[in-house]
């Protein structure tokens, strides 16, 4: 078992005075949570947290980065709270500790059918701090590296994730040297058979290329010589799984490849770089189409160096790598050696001193401008690319990507505007949740639907994609509008059977496109939506038609100040009042209702409630039904005063004593006081009184007040009140 000391070595080895008692403390504490766990090797369970611990500060990682590694199972495998490791190793621990435990938690097995790499950008994206995956990486090199003490199926399963997963994303971040190790590891569990071969073959040259490899450094020594230019030369076995790829891509036995040897030349400057390159070039043929220059053109990892291919002594391909020694750094531990020159201050210096040998690390440093913190530094290698984006999966394991914030509704409109259109519910986990929670990565997403349901106006409060915006904006338009018109058919029958005039009839002649017109609409359908909207009054809209039927066809019609109704439904009366033009604060452009239990009037207070495609219902503050409904529907809402005069349904009920004449005069009083009544029911008790219940038209809450009132003062009335 590693010993702590051995990793402060290595940590006091790269940084000026470390924090050695933080990784300290993490080591106490995680044997401490670890104690009497045992890995599957028989090891006490602290060695993987260790060996761990140790890669990172191979990699030269800071000091949270490599507590962070001592403590990276604590809350995932013992009852270690990510709070307590906040509280006693600070945020910054906490946080890389927090998201490795959330990778860790994320059962990638079950979503075969996700893409690998949507999983890495998941992944990615759930870091946000790189050196949450540095130490996830190395987390994974250790397990790989105990594998052998999994069960064979388990060792299958997690080398094929390793392969797709991890080794992509070592890369990715520059670490090849982690992502050499688990490449071979992989063909070792996966392709037994292929790894032992070119094993066994590779020991076999081995033998017999020794003398060939010293003679190919002998000779490129004596060219580093005989020019003056410091530099070390290394022979090196390409990794198996590299080999592997070549036998596979180009269909070559083991024997055809030639450059399994692979030679690196580290010398001190760019400069250096440069004139190696040509005296090898001068000395043997390069091939053609082999020369990549990686040092004016780095990769997007960061990756530097100059490969060429060139034919050599005996005629065969040698493949030679020319590098610096920093660019060495970089291309063992990728992103980790930038951040490390910055940190031990020895970039500063070489960049004075040889500014072109650190052009790229300087470009790479203006990038982050005037970052004076290397931890700041480092933490500004987020992948800000993936921020903005959370991963989901379908019930069928298909990632889906959508952006921060979004919701079951977003992620319904993903898979399909129907789906979206229609759907009523969500499981996110297998739990259902309400359609405006905040999905998170990872999440399993269930979404339920109905033919029968509609997008309702508030998901746009809460929706985060454009798609799901517009779609449920189209909607609600389309739906509004056409609601809209056949209210305002409705109203305008209604209001044409008061105003003795056939509306239908008066359509079907063709006057309603004389009306559009005079009312500059270009459509009648235009006109009918602008009535179901509240914005122009059936009344005015008739009143005009009515001139105009006078003028083409001089027909003077009588119409009746007030006239009895058949009996209407609650429902119509809700219409009919819509039909006026009420403007009403808080609710703009919208279709607008008035509650059937309640019907609120004018003056009264008031509070809106967004209905599912129906436009906002208003209902009188006081409406016991208002608790029903759901909260977040409810809309404060008021009457901006100065509409026309409109009518307004009210129940209202008179007690009275039994005499004669008493129902003429009551009708006689409401008359007078312009009230319309729409329709009542009375009913005698035995005591000798009688209750009578009207529905009636007012304007306002005041109509009504004054008119009970007066209804009050008729003799053997003994209560008059308003019904709710
Ligand atoms: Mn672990």
């Known amino acids: ?75 995932e495998d013992t009852d270690t709270s990510i709070d307590e490791i906040a509280d006693l190793f600070g945020e910054e621990v906490a946080d890389i500790v927090d998201g490795v435990t959330k990778i860790s938690m994320m059962d990638f097995e079950s979503k075969a059918i996700a893409k690998a790499e949507n999983i890495r950008k998941m992944i990615l994206a759930m870091a946000e701090d790189i050196r949450v995956l540095m130490v996830k990486l190395a987390d994974r090199l250790h397990n790989m590296r105990t594998l052998g003490f999994q069960k064979s199926y388990k060792q299958l399963l997690i080398a094929q994730e390793t392969m797709d997963i991890y080794s992509p994303l070592a890369n990715r971040l520059g670490l090849y040297m982690v992502k050499r190790d688990l490449e071979d590891l992989c063909l070792f569990y996966l392709k037994p058979d292929v790894y032992q071969d070119i094993t066994d073959g590779l020991e076999r040259q081995h033998t017999i290329g020794k003398e060939y490899v010293d003679n190919v450094i002998g000779l490129l020594t004596g060219i580093l010589e005989d020019n003056q230019i410091e530099g070390t030369i290394y022979g090196r076995t390409k990794h198996k ?36 390159l ?48 920093e660019m060495q750094q970089v291309s063992e531990y990728g992103v980790a050696a930038h951040w490390q020159y910055k940190e031990s201050g020895r970039s500063d210096a070489k960049t004075n001193r040889d500014a072109e040998r650190f052009s790229w690390l300087r470009q790479i440093m203006d990038w982050q401008r005037e970052l004076e913190d290397p931890r700041e530094f480092m933490a500004s290698l987020r992948f800000d690319l993936f921020n903005d984006e959370v991963y989901v999966f379908t019930p069928a394991g298909e990632i889906k990507e959508l952006p921060d914030g979004a919701t079951p509704v977003d992620f319904a409109y993903s898979i399909h505007t129907e789906v979206g259109n229609h759907c009523t519910g969500a499981k996110v986990n297998g739990r259902m949740v309400p359609l405006n929670s905040v999905l998170k990565n990872g999440d399993t997403i269930e979404v339920f639907t109905d033919k029968k349901r509609k997008p309702s106006r508030d998901w746009l409060k809460f929706v985060k994609t454009a798609k799901a915006r517009t779609r449920i904006k189209h909607y609600i338009r389309t739906e509004e509008r056409t609601r809209s018109i056949i209210l305002a058919k409705e109203l305008l029958e209604k209001e044409g059977r008061r105003m003795n005039i056939n509306v239908a009839k008066a359509m079907k002649d063709g006057y309603f496109v004389m009306l559009a017109d005079e009312f500059n609409f270009g459509h009648v359908d235009d006109l009918l939506s602008n009535i179901g909207y509240s914005r122009i009054t059936p009344r005015k809209v008739l009143g005009r038609l009515h001139a105009v039927m006078n003028e083409i066809e001089g027909v003077e019609e009588e119409i009746p100040k007030q006239e009895q109704h058949q009996h209407e439904t609650e429902e119509d009366k809700a219409k009919g009042a819509a039909a006026s033009s009420i403007d009403i604060e808080g609710v703009d452009n919208v279709l607008i209702r008035f509650a059937g239990c309640c019907t609120p009037l004018p003056g009264e207070p008031i509070i809106g409630y967004i209905s599912r495609g129906r436009g906002v219902v208003i209902h009188s503050a006081t409406c016991p039904n208002i608790k029903n409904l759901e909260e977040e529907r409810l809309l404060n809402v008021s009457w901006t005063g100065g509409q026309e005069e409109s009518q307004h349904p009210a ?74």
Request: aromatic share 6%.
């Open 241 to 276: 799984y590299s080999i592997h790829k070549k036998m596979q891509r180009q269909g070559l036995s083991l024997d055809q490849v030639h450059d399994i040897i692979a030679f690196r030349v580290i010398v001190d400057s760019v400069k250096d770089c440069y004139s190696v």
């Open 278 to 325: 040509g005296l090898v070039h001068s000395m043997w043929k390069p091939v053609s189409g082999k020369f990549k220059d990686y040092i004016s053109i780095p990769k997007a990892n960061m990756y530097q160096s100059l490969h060429t291919t060139v034919v050599g002594p005996e005629g065969e391909r040698i493949e030679i790598q020319i590098r610096t020694e």
């Open 1 to 75: 078992m590693i010993r702590i000391n051995e990793i402060t070595d290595v940590v006091s080895s790269y940084i000026d005075d470390p924090d050695l008692d933080l990784i300290q403390r993490a080591y106490i504490f995680s044997a401490r949570a670890h104690e009497g766990q045992m890995r599957l090797s028989g090891e006490p369970y602290l060695a993987h947290p260790l060996s761990v611990a140790k890669l990172l500060a191979d990699m030269r990682l800071d000091e949270p980065t490599v507590a962070a590694g001592l403590l990276h199972d604590t809350v």
């Open 651 to 724: 129940q209202i009920r008179i007690r009275c004593r039994n005499s004669k004449g008493l129902l003429a005069k009551i009708c006689a009083v409401l008359t007078e006081m312009d009230v319309n009544i729409d329709s009542g029911t009375f009913k005698s008790d035995l005591d000798g009184s009688s209750v009578l219940e009207f529905t009636v038209e007012v304007t306002d809450l005041g109509h009504l007040h004054r008119s009970l009132n007066k209804v009050k003062t008729i003799e053997n009335v003994l209560e008059a009140t308003r019904l709710s």
